[in-house]
Nanobody, 124 residues
Framework: QVQLVESGGGLVQAGDSLRLSCAASGNTFNYAMGWFRQAPGKEREFVAAITRSGGSTVYTDSVKGRFTISRDNAKNTVYLQLNSLKPEDTAVYYC??????????????????WGQGTQVTVSS
């Protein structure tokens, strides 16, 4: 089982940028990867996903044009670039691995492994 560790979160102002990283303990080449987030009092929601090769990506509508998911399989690391951050982006961000479902899966139950999360707080 692959283990995932997120980093890169922090406290920023609206309009700022952050880059989140998700480092895997093992080879994630066979996993499509996704990012989810959970705001206080809300359910965990899908943010973005990327194919095993990194050739295709998909995003939830609220982050399109602002967030970019990417991966470096040689480093077993997945990234989420967050630009033009808004207060409503405040949440704990989780990366997750999906080995068996379609790469574009948006349901958290389709993901097999999870990181512990990293907090992103955006002040207005």
């Amino acid at each position: 089982q692959v283990q995932l560790v997120e980093s890169g979160g922090g406290l920023v102002q609206a309009g700022d940028s952050l880059r989140l990283s998700c480092a895997a303990s093992g080879n994630t080449f066979n996993y499509a990867m996704g990012w989810f987030r959970q705001a206080p009092g809300k359910e965990r929601e899908f943010v973005a996903a990327i194919t095993r090769s990194g050739g295709s990506t998909v995003y939830t509508d609220s982050v399109k044009g602002r967030f970019t998911i990417s991966r470096d399989n040689a480093k077993n690391t997945v990234y989420l670039q967050l630009n033009s951050l808004k207060p409503e982006d405040t949440a704990v961000y989780y990366c997750a691995g999906n080995r068996y479902r379609p790469w574009y899966a948006r349901n958290q139950n389709d993901y097999d492994c999870w990181g512990q999360g990293t907090q992103v707080t955006v002040s207005s």
